[in-house]
């Protein structure tokens, strides 16, 4: 419980949900587990060197070596999107009873329920911005980009921007059809990433309807419903829950491949829709991605206070509104340790 006396202390909400104990979402934890230190500034400079494999050169018998020149680096500069959901607390909120109370009496004042409704604000943006940093990191392994729509305060005008990988990582399949070379594409694929990344991919994260198209595909059904040991090698299908958004497909020896169904949706506008598109299957390197966070600044009394924190919360009171508002603060950007980690597969046209 948050004490209500000290609600307004900025940094005091911070080490408050820093205690809060993190809830696990799968797909950040999966592809995106590094945590960068914070940036002091809302900007953050990537520095990246892509080594080429470059041959030494001969040289004649004699000769005292050939010069060669250096790689360079290439540095990118990100804006770390704003994330800044709002929860306003206003009179008739505090004096009507609140969800959990006893119906016909409560012992709680106004000043409980305000405190009450606080702390359940507060875990309640933390969800939002969690579920936002889990649709960036799902669009960037769709697309290689990550779209931000920021609104203006009327909540309706909006201004898009992209922010792109320089990844060309999706290639357009039809596993509907029961002929389909489902296996060949994944060996291209997987060849694809260890050229480029120099790493072999051990994840598939499936849609929704990709497991149908797996089962009915034709050459895949001889390695899974076959009772022969070198079948059961090249190819094994044990279906299984591992929690309720994520299903355990089975897995591929030949290509050192886990298969996954992704199932996690999330609402917007009023509607319920995935994370991973349906008739989609992302051939990936699990665990080397990070989570960047820029600094947020604000302006506490007379002075503008920069906070270099993943989350900053922001508390502000009205009394000529008789309102409080109770803001959270992120500045995050889900980044690829390689733009070579991952090819998304579009696998029905």
Known sequence: MINPWAIQDTFGLIQTIEQIKPEAQWLQSTMFPNQMPCATTSYVAIEYLKQHRRLAPFVVKGGHGVNVSRERTQVKIYACPMLAPRRVIGLNDIEMRQFGETPAFSTLTPEDRAAQMLARDLVDLRRMIINRQA????????????????????????????????????????????????????????????EDAGIIPTLLICGKNVEDYLLKNKTLQQFMFSANANATAFLSYQPRYSSPQVRTLGYIGALNLEMVSYLETYSEGGQVKPFINPDTAILCVPGRGKMLYGAVSLLKGQTFQTFAAQLVPNYTASEESQTSALTLYSRTLPLPEDAGDFICLKVKQ
């Open 135 to 194: 649709a960036m990191a799902a669009e960037l392994l769709q697309t290689g980009k990550v779209t931000v729509k920021g609104y203006a305060d009327d909540g309706q005008t909006v201004i898009e921007d992209v922010i792109d990988f320089d990844t060309n990582a999706v290639v357009n399949k039809s596993w509907d059809n029961a002929n389909a070379d489902i296996y060949g594409d994944l060996r291209a694929a997987s060849e694809q990433i260890q």
